[in-house]
């Protein structure tokens, strides 16, 4: 009986591996000491390379900061997008997800910091903070109007709207990420049902 070895990395993909752990590492250390605070040397403790070798990666610490936040951000888009497009699944499971992966892992004592790190370096990330919110936002105007009736297409923005704006809020009033779900599931069940109640009929 014979059996084969998976096949080792190539040098390509060991090299995108180690480049990405380079970021995870970065993000966390750039959240903990705040962006001023941080320098190179301590990202390259935190991800255990040398100076040169973090050099060789990206050529300066702007530069690193915004890779570490592009990279963080596309990761919380693909997990909503799969969320969100997995249509054999009710609607309502696949908001609350796409809304957990996009603000609910923004919850919590470290997490947070990561949240506040986006939003208050807008002068090193361009339109970075507006653009990826406007493509989540897009998505969930997306799937709301794949799953609403011919004749309540009209509602389909203020429900992704208000959708929106309530996450944002739970997102700074909820202590766990446990609590930002169980609220954000109340918000979904409620503003769902605009899509399908008739024009006029009171909330049950």
Do not use: C
């Not at 060789?56 to 530069?63: C, E, G, L, M, Q």
């Not at 990826?132 to 709207?161: C, I």
């Not at 609220?183 to 605009?194: F, G, I, P, S």
């Amino acid at each position: 009986m014979s059996s084969t070895r998976p096949a080792a990395p190539s040098r390509d993909e060991s090299e995108t591996g180690r480049r990405e752990h380079v970021l995870d590492a970065a993000l966390v250390t750039f959240a903990r000491y705040g962006y001023r605070k941080t320098s190179m040397d301590d990202v390259a403790r935190a991800a255990d390379i040398s100076r040169p070798g973090l050099y060789f990666y990206f050529a300066s610490k702007p530069d690193l900061f915004r890779a570490a936040v592009t990279r963080a951000l596309d990761g919380d888009l693909a997990a909503a997008e799969r969320a969100l497009a997995d249509t054999d699944r009710p609607l309502r499971d696949r908001l609350i997800e796409a809304f957990d992966h996009w603000t609910g892992r923004y919850i919590g004592p470290m997490a947070k910091e990561v949240a506040v790190l986006i939003e208050t370096n807008p002068d090193l990330l361009g339109s970075i903070p507006a653009r990826y919110p406007r493509r989540f936002a897009e998505m969930v105007v997306h799937t709301l109007a794949a799953d609403a009736p011919a004749d309540r297409a009209d509602r389909v923005s203020d429900v992704a709207q208000t959708l929106l704006s309530t996450a944002n809020g739970i997102k700074h009033e909820a202590r766990t990420r446990e609590e930002f779900l169980a609220r954000m599931t109340t918000a979904v069940d409620l503003l769902t049902l605009a899509l399908t109640a008739a024009p006029g009929t009171p909330p049950a």
